[in-house]
């Protein structure tokens, strides 16, 4: 746990950390490659299409 006391001694280190502790999605964020986005977006529309539909579906 030393190395998470030593994280949180500097401003900019604790907000840092704190950003990463209450917005995971910003860690892989800075590590996403361009070149998945088109695959990403095409999947998760394909997902909303098939979902939607699927959801309304169920209501009734």
Do not use: C
Request: no cysteine.
């Amino acid at each position: 746990m030393a190395f998470l006391n030593s994280a949180k001694k500097t401003p900019e280190n604790r907000r840092a950390f704190q950003a990463r502790q209450y917005f995971p999605f910003l860690e892989w964020l800075l590590h996403y490659r361009r070149e998945d986005l088109t695959g990403d977006v095409l999947a998760g529309l394909i997902v909303a299409i098939m979902l939607v539909p699927q959801g309304m579906a169920y209501a009734l």
